[in-house]
């Protein structure tokens, strides 16, 4: 039985939700996104985006717990007449290769068929959605955040 648990986020964990947002950008592209834009964060305006999401209702949104501490979310569109979209998925560096962002993916987007954008430069994230049935499709675009360049990578049905 692992020690963490999927839960729903609920409108009190929506800050704790944008504080692991922000930490995991800053563990997971230490080396890959500019430091000024890592040290930008806003947390008010990263847990006012989060609280919008949740209170919409038009994402599903586990967030994983170990005990009383969030330690990893995953954000995904819910809509049940287009494709869904997994926008994030992000776990602490202390909780990689444990399962946790296996069981967020599959509570955050169940089946197929599913879209998903990750940085070129990422092959740790590439190997984990080739993982999950996720393939590069050949589409490519600048993430309108950092500028970097990313693939666009789709699940499809089966």
Do not use: K, Q
């Amino acid at each position: 039985m692992p020690d963490w648990r999927i839960a729903p986020l609920t409108a009190n964990r929506v800050t704790e939700l944008a504080a692991c947002h922000i930490a995991s950008w800053r563990e997971a592209y230490g080396t890959l996104v500019p430091a000024h834009i890592l040290d930008g964060f806003d947390l008010e305006r990263s847990a006012i985006t989060w609280e919008r999401r949740r209170a919409e209702g038009t994402h599903h949104l586990p967030v994983a717990l170990a005990g009383d501490r969030l330690i990893g979310f995953a954000s995904a569109t819910d809509s049940p007449a287009a494709e869904s979209e997994l926008e994030a998925l992000y776990v602490r560096s202390a909780w990689h290769g444990t399962g946790v962002a296996d069981a967020l993916i599959e509570t955050a987007a169940p089946g197929s068929p599913c879209t998903l954008w990750v940085f070129a430069d990422y092959p740790r994230a590439h190997a984990f959605y080739r993982r999950h049935g996720f393939a590069d499709t050949g589409i490519r675009r600048a993430d309108p955040f950092t500028l970097l360049p990313e693939l666009l990578w789709r699940r499809e049905p089966g």
